[in-house]
């Protein structure tokens, strides 16, 4: 995927960028990571998507929502800050206001809606067609250049944007803040079924947020590591990331 990939900017300063349908394996296949991150499995992604070239900030969600729950707030540039100490539960509060708000509109021809990443969406545009730890390979000296994390972002978030982006183009997905996905958490990949699908488990509380944080050492920032909390927890280190997803083509109306 080229970096002159389709992209459109929203009204916040946010830009989302496609990503082309695939097959990668997901998890550890070799048995170098967490148990929760096997079976190592392959992954079909059967329809583009486009996803936010960096974490929803704090002026996006003041925008739409009329408050902000950031616990790091202070600045003049803190709006360009990742929100942060929003549920799953307030995610999908934002999402669905914001598909109200912009029904029926029109981006590169085609009409869609929010709505957040599928954990394996999530890895898919982290690793960026890459099998090592992070998409710019192995070694955790270069993840300053990255990330903001336990060893660099001083005990707080950061403006997003200000480190290098993978090679798909997209910012801070290791460290800063944790990002929501749709899926229920489960302890391992023995039960996935390899789709683009969220996985879901009946009566689960627990959902998956990916990228680890501000306040998380190196090896949670990875583009396998998995973590996961209550859909009504309210943490600093977790905020979200967001996927536009297509629906339909544009139709001329009738007399046109």
Known sequence: MSSTRPSFDDAFGGRYILVEPGAYMMGDTALRGNKNERPGHEVQIEQPFFFGERPVTQAHWQ??????????????????????????????????????????TVRLGFTGSWRLPTESEWEYAARAGTDSRWAFGDR?????????????????????????A???????????????????????????AGSQAPHTSDGSERKVHRGGSWFTE???????ARASANRT?????????????????????EGA
């Open 140 to 164: 955790d000296s270069e993840l300053n250049d990255y990330g903001w994390h336990a060893g660099n972002a001083g005990a707080t978030t950061r403006e997003v944007g200000q480190k290098k």
């Open 218 to 224: 190196s090896d949670s920032t990875r583009s396998r």
């Open 233 to 253: 927890t309210r943490s600093d280190g977790i905020g979200v990331r967001l996927v536009w997803a297509p629906q339909k083509a544009n139709v001329e109306p």
């Open 166 to 192: 993978n090679p798909w183009g997209f910012l801070d997905l290791y460290g800063q803040t944790g990002e929501w996905c749709q899926d229920d958490y489960s302890k391992n990949y023995a039960n996935h």
């Open 63 to 104: 925008a739409i929502m009329e408050v902000n729950p950031s616990k790091f707030q202070e600045g003049w540039a803190a709006g360009l800050r990742p929100v942060e100490s929003v549920s799953w539960d307030d995610v999908h509060v934002f999402i669905a206001r914001l598909n109200s708000s912009e029904e029926g």
